[in-house]
């Protein structure tokens, strides 16, 4: 027997630079860009690519952005939540339009990825729907729609990504400062009895957000005996 196990370790993607072919409005403070690739980037939903901006004078700043759209569907999404003070938010709101180039390098991620296979249970707080949107959307195209089911927490009705697309049977919506009138949940956080009317046994449950929520829906879900090792996180703290 092989003394040696042998790793499957996957390549390094080279960096791209991508040309911004549309710019989309999602909410008061989030935009999606649409990026044309030159080379190969097949990626799996869930997956995240690093878009690296350069000045003239050689300064470098690079963060992670996880795919919104659908793999296989072009252009490329990214959607990115602007950040009060943020470096790479901010220069991608301000200063990116249709024509300019980024550099991205991806894609990136094993553990959070689904193959539309199995049915997933998607826990997202405000941007953390970016991922879970691809995964959606990788459901919508392969006409397995009834595989996702989603619980998204957001503010208030202005600030929910993907409004229309993501109105459906398999979504709900938890507000936590400010409801649409008429929806049926009173406006506060996300409590167990919101995950417990949507755990079903056999679903593979993915949690992405800020490291609060994140910790938080993990709790949650750990309290209506869904085991956190089970549980796919991907939390979207401070990244370089
Ligand atoms: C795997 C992964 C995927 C991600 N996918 C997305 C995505 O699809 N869309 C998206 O908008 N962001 C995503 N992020 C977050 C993104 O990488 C950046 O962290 C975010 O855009 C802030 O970068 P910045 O340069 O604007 O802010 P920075 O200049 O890095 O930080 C400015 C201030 O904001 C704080 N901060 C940094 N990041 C965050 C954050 N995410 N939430 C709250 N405060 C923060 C910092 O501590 C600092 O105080 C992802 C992060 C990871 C790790």
Not at 18 to 29: F, I
Request: glycine share 12%; net charge neutral.
């Amino acid at each position: 027997m092989d003394r040696f196990v042998t790793s499957i370790v996957p390549p390094v993607r080279p960096w791209q630079t991508a040309t911004v072919v549309g710019v989309r409005r999602e909410t008061p403070n989030a935009k999606t860009f649409q990026l044309m690739l030159p080379g190969p980037h097949e990626f799996l939903a869930g997956q995240h690519f690093i878009v690296r901006l350069m000045a003239a004078d050689g300064y470098r700043a690079q963060r992670a952005y996880s795919a919104a759209s659908a793999p296989g569907a072009e252009p490329l999404e990214i959607t990115v939540e602007l950040l009060a003070g943020g470096e790479v938010s901010t220069f991608l709101h301000g200063g990116v339009e249709v024509g300019d180039t980024v550099e991205v390098r991806g894609p990136i991620g094993g553990h959070f990825t689904w193959q539309v296979s199995e049915p997933i249970l998607g826990i997202a707080g405000g941007s953390g729907i970016v991922p879970l949107m691809s995964m959606l959307r990788a459901a919508r195209a392969a006409g397995r729609e009834e595989l996702v089911t989603l619980v998204v927490s957001t503010r208030t009705p202005r600030e929910l990504y993907y409004t229309l697309e993501l109105a459906g049977p398999q979504t709900t919506v938890v507000y936590t400062r400010e409801a649409p009138a008429g929806h049926p949940r009173a406006v506060g956080r996300l409590t167990d009895a919101d995950l417990a009317a949507v755990v079903r046994p056999g679903q593979l449950p993915f949690v992405c957000g800020s490291p609060a929520f994140c910790d938080a829906a993990t709790m949650l879900l750990d309290g209506l005996g869904v085991p956190s090792r089970h549980i796919r996180v991907e939390r979207f703290g401070p990244s370089g």
